[in-house]
Antibody, heavy 124, light 106 residues
C-alpha cells in the first residue's frame, strides 16, 4: 500500500524559502499514472491545491502561487519536493503531499493517497 | 479557475439521519468530481470519485450523484464516525479546486 510522508522545517522566517519533501513508500514515483501534488490548508480553513509534478518532470501550478513555487522530483530517492519562496505569515498552513491517480476509466481521476500533513509556521 | 460552492456550510444532524450535501460548479465539469471526508487533525480521505464511484473500503452508506454543474453527496444513515468536514473537488481542469467545505456536526 502506497504511503506518503512529508518532512521539513516546521518554522520558516518571513521572506525565506519554505522547503518540504514528500517520501513515497510502497510504490514508485516513476511507475506512471500518477501526478504528485502539494495541497495546503490554512488553519481552520479549506483546501488549496498548490501544484503537481509528473515523474517525467512536467509540472503545473496554481496561478495564485506560480511566481513563488517550484516542485521537483528525485526518482532515485522516490521523493518529490516543494519550494515556496518569499514566504509571509499568509503561507502559514498545513502542507499535504498527495497522489493524483490519473489512470482508469474516464472521469476516475482522484486524489487517492495523502500524507498526514505537516504544519509550517512562518514567523520571525 | 472553476469555483465550487458547497451548501450548506454547516449541517446539524443526528445519528441515523439521511444527509445530503450539494456542490455547484461555476462551469460544466462533466463527472470530474470527487468528495473527501476530513476529520480534525487528519488528512482528507477520498470517498467518491467520478461523481458517483465509491472508493474501495468506503461504506456503502455514502453515495454521490450529478454531472455538469450540480453534484450531491448523500449519507444514507449518519453514523457517529461520519461527523466531519466534507469537501468536493473538481478534476476537470487545472488548477484543481475544492469547495469551501461542509461541516457535519451534532
Amino acid at each position: 500500500q502506497v504511503q506518503l510522508q512529508e518532512s521539513g522545517p516546521g518554522l520558516v522566517k518571513p521572506s525565506q524559502t519554505l522547503s518540504l519533501t514528500c517520501t513515497v513508500s510502497g510504490g514508485s514515483v516513476i511507475s506512471g499514472g500518477h501526478y504528485y501534488s502539494w495541497v495546503r490548508q490554512h488553519p481552520g480553513k479549506g483546501l488549496e491545491w498548490i501544484g503537481y509534478i509528473y515523474y517525467s518532470g512536467s509540472v503545473d501550478f496554481n496561478p495564485s502561487l506560480k511566481s513563488r513555487v517550484a516542485i521537483s522530483v528525485d526518482t532515485s530517492k522516490n521523493q518529490f519536493s516543494l519550494n515556496l519562496r518569499s514566504v509571509t505569515a499568509a503561507d502559514t498552513a498545513i502542507y499535504y503531499c498527495a497522489r493524483e491517480n490519473i489512470v482508469g476509466p474516464t472521469h476516475s481521476v482522484r486524489f487517492d493517497c495523502w500524507g498526514q500533513g505537516t504544519l509550517v509556521i512562518v514567523s520571525s | 479557475d472553476i469555483q465550487l460552492t458547497q451548501s450548506p456550510s454547516f449541517l446539524s444532524a443526528s445519528v441515523g439521519d439521511r444527509v445530503t450535501i450539494t456542490c455547484r460548479a461555476s462551469q460544466g465539469i462533466s463527472s470530474f468530481l470527487a468528495w473527501y471526508q476530513q476529520k480534525p487533525g487528519k488528512a482528507p480521505n477520498l470517498l467518491i470519485y467520478g461523481a458517483s464511484s465509491l472508493q474501495s473500503g468506503v461504506p456503502s452508506r455514502f453515495s454521490g450523484s450529478g454531472s455538469g454543474t450540480e453534484f450531491t453527496l448523500t449519507i444514507s444513515s449518519l453514523q457517529p464516525e461520519d461527523f466531519a468536514t466534507y469537501y468536493c473537488q473538481q478534476l476537470n481542469s487545472f488548477p484543481r479546486t475544492f469547495g469551501q467545505g461542509t461541516k457535519v456536526e451534532i
